[in-house]
């Protein structure tokens, strides 16, 4: 445990559910980091006898495909029981094909498909059809649509419909509570769309809590700026949730300001494990760049930045995939900057660039969370990064770092500047940051977590 900090109280004696759209190793970023993160502390403090929580996951992929996501997190120890993670699909099949009899027993024989939608249409490994998927395309609000989900019989034949994704989500998940016993559920749901498929889940047994991992505003990203029109839905539905879990406190602040507090908005940061950094593997003068490459990451002003900043002997790497590699590798080309700026591609040690590092820069319009930032002070590499919302502040504001003003490229050159150029700076920032990333240990958001779960599971449901 850190310095400080004290063993939570135990658990509530409960069902744990964790609920994902979907968990697919290295997609989703951050995301996936963090809803397997928080299984694997309720795992550690003692649900299901450590087994942890029982992962819900509701893409339509194939079993084959779940079944080597399973063993993938298993191996990198991200999931403890590969037996806990279960996904609709794998279980709408019968195994003499067809539909499952949850699934049959959902399903309304007097509805009938309307003759304009397209199906796609989901086969077991026999290649025999067990349900039918209505394909709503270009359509961010899909999982909306009421256009009915077919149902196979054994023959082969359509024998019933579901109302929409949420009537197939619905019956799945009455299914999965329906083997527990009578103790409370507490559901731990880590997607919006999910989220508003299950507001209105009004068993007396269930307490939802919705955790939140993204932005919610628009460009220019500040408190009042524009929503996306899916937010503004959510929101409305948030007063139904048993509690909104905010990964900062200054993004549930602004919400708090906006919105009012008819909804329990509450604060539990996202854990990060501890790790003992490589200082001998530390070189002098290596400015990192760790990261998507994507456009409103906007690595070419941290490319800009460390070119201006013109430290003799300095040299950055830049770490990741994505979109923008070809623009950022033409501007290098373009700066003349190929022997001091390098693309270094995709890395499956993250923590090893990290630890090489004398500092990291980020120059990103947003996040959603601080992750990368906390990870960069665990493995002892002090960050200068845009003061953007949210969560960069909450970590940096307390050290370990420098801000600077939003696409102030310059600012962001001279903060550079300093640190490469002050050893002193340089190692009193590097003291600074494992005492900083210890407020995102496991320990205390468990405790943070433990303490929501507790008074949720007392209070009556808010549905």
Request: proline share 8%.
């Amino acid at each position: 445990m850190g310095v400080g900090d004290e063993q939570p109280p135990a658990l509530p004696d409960a069902e744990y559910l964790v609920l994902s759209s979907r968990l697919i190793p290295d997609l989703d970023g951050g995301y996936t980091i963090a809803t397997l993160a928080r299984a694997r502390q309720l795992a550690a403090a003692g649900v299901a006898d450590g087994a942890g929580p029982q992962l819900l996951t509701f893409d339509p992929g194939t079993a084959e495909a779940h079944a080597e996501h399973r063993a993938t997190f298993v191996a990198r120890g991200a999931v403890v029981d590969a037996s806990r993670m279960r996904n609709l699909f794998d279980e709408a099949v019968a195994d003499g094909g067809g539909a499952a009899r949850w699934l049959l027993a959902a399903a309304d024989a007097a509805t009938v498909p309307r003759s304009d939608t397209q199906y796609r249409t989901l086969h077991d490994d026999e290649g025999r059809p067990f349900a039918g998927l209505p394909v709503i395309g270009g359509n961010p609000d899909w999982h909306l649509s009421d256009a009915p989900v077919l149902v196979y019989g054994a023959d082969g034949d359509v024998v019933g419909t579901v109302r929409g994704f949420k009537g197939l989500y619905r019956a799945w998940l009455a299914h999965v509570v329906d083997a527990f016993d009578e103790r409370p559920i507490v559901v731990i749901c880590e997607s919006r769309q999910l989220g508003e498929l299950i507001a209105d889940w009004s068993d007396p047994r269930v307490r939802t809590l919705h955790t939140i991992h993204t932005m919610h505003v628009e460009a220019p990203y500040t408190p009042d700026a524009p929503m996306n029109g899916l937010w503004t839905r959510w929101f409305d539905l948030a007063p139904r949730f048993d509690a909104v879990i905010w990964p900062t406190a200054t993004q549930r602040d602004d919400v708090v300001a906006r919105f009012g507090t008819e909804a329990h908005h509450v604060v539990v940061p996202n854990p990060v494990t501890p790790v003992t950094p490589r200082d001998d593997l530390r070189e002098p003068g290596l400015v990192v760049v760790l990261g998507r490459m994507a456009p409103g990451k906007r690595i070419d002003q941290a490319i800009r930045a460390f070119l201006a900043a013109d430290v003799p002997g300095a040299r950055m790497e830049i770490w990741g995939g994505g979109p923008e590699r070809d623009r950022l590798e033409a501007l290098i080309g373009d700066l003349d900057a190929t022997a001091r700026v390098t693309l270094a591609g995709y890395t499956d040690d993250p923590g090893r660039v990290l630890d090489r590092a004398s500092v990291v820069v980020t120059s990103t319009a947003y996040e959603g969370q601080p992750l990368s930032v906390v990870e960069a002070l665990m493995h002892g590499a002090p960050v200068v990064s845009y003061d953007v919302r949210y969560g960069i502040r909450d970590v940096l504001g307390e050290g370990g770092g420098i801000l600077v003003p939003d696409g102030d490229i310059e600012q962001l050159a001279q903060a550079l500047r300093r640190i490469l150029c002050d050893p002193a700076l340089l190692d009193a920032l590097r003291a600074q940051a494992p005492v900083v990333a210890a407020s995102w240990s496991p320990e205390r958001s468990l405790a943070a977590l433990t303490a929501v779960i507790h008074e949720a599971v007392q209070r009556p449901p808010r549905r």
